[in-house]
């Protein structure tokens, strides 16, 4: 098997510093040009750590069982390495998020020139997995994002990752400049794998996505070792979609767990007042559904999100 590592974007910083975004490729050892190509991604928001132990367990599992290796995968763990350095979600120097810059520029400031490497990069594959995790103050259960325009292409690989949830958005929507959507432009399949919480690794949901990898690499033709049988999907839209927002300020304390199927009315939990030990709202379940999405930092200020709950009905 073909092990290689290679600098994508190497660009001088101040203090005598350069920021190096790499690659590492793995391939069988003879070729024959005809190869199914699949790119993984993470790190463009330095706080998410997830796509590190995902892409670790990737590289792992295929390096142990490398004979079953019949494809080209293209791991790039950190788009983003000086925010994970710091720690931050943004891209530190500019306090821009990364995930807003693509395709770039080659000629452009430091992010957009690294954004422009990356596509160029990534282009020609056949898919592209971008791997997040949410903000730190919500949870999110393992799910797959798709813009409308591209579920005729994208649709079929999104449900064998394993996931409980494909949430589908209207392209109207989506602000040009991420990575996903770059890629789709230029045709390659993209898209968004989401699961956790920023700055904590969420290890079951993890080895569940890494089943959903694998399960695609054995379908698209890149991988013939044994693989798990993976859970098919809810398919939602914006409409089958209950956002829950505070609508008052404290201490969030929650009644209900993440990812647990909720009745219509069922108390979701309730925000109190801290210096005068009263309860300023109590919070209840729009619709009967699944909450997939749930408050993590209990500090909220009114409008703060609580939960977003799908509710287009659940077998």
């Avoid at 809810?234 to 927002?245: E, L, Q, R, S």
Wanted: proline share 4%; net charge negative; with cysteine.
């Amino acid at each position: 098997m073909k092990r290689m590592i290679d600098t994508v974007v190497s660009v001088e910083m101040l203090v005598e510093e350069v920021m190096r975004i790499k690659k590492n490729r793995l391939a069988p050892d003879e070729s024959t040009g005809k190869e199914k190509r699949l790119c993984i991604a993470s790190g463009s928001h330095g706080d998410e750590l997830c796509g590190q132990y995902i892409c670790y367990q990737v590289i792992r599992r295929i390096k142990e069982e490398f004979s079953n290796l019949t494809g080209i995968i293209d791991i790039y763990p950190a788009l983003n390495p000086l925010g994970l350095d710091a720690q931050s979600r943004d891209f530190p120097l500019m306090d821009v998020d990364m995930n807003t810059v693509f395709p770039g520029d080659d000629d452009g400031a430091i992010l957009e020139h690294a954004a422009s490497r990356i596509i160029r990069d990534m282009a020609g594959a056949d898919i592209c997995l971008d791997i997040h995790s949410s903000n730190s103050l919500i949870r999110e259960i393992p799910q797959v994002r798709l813009n409308d325009d591209v579920i005729e292409t994208v649709m079929p690989y999104a449900q064998m990752l394993n996931t409980e949830l494909v949430w589908i958005h209207p392209s109207t929507s989506v602000r040009p400049g991420s990575l996903a959507y770059a890629l789709n432009s230029i045709g390659v399949k993209s898209m968004v794998i989401e699961a956790g919480v920023a700055l904590r690794i969420d290890y079951e949901y993890c080895e569940q996505i890494v089943e959903g990898i694998f399960s695609l690499m054995k379908q698209i033709g890149i991988w013939q070792g044994e693989v798990k049988e993976v859970r098919q999907p809810i398919t939602a839209t914006d409409g089958d979609v209950w956002f829950v927002n505070a609508e008052s300020s404290g201490l969030f304390v929650p009644n209900i767990k993440h990812s647990m199927k909720v009745k219509k009315g069922e108390k979701i939990g309730t925000i109190v007042d801290v210096i005068t030990g009263s309860v300023e709202e109590k919070i209840y379940a729009p619709c009967d559904g699944l909450v997939f999405t749930f408050r993590e930092y209990p500090a909220v200020e009114e409008g703060a999100l609580i939960a977003r709950i799908y509710g287009g009905g659940l077998k």
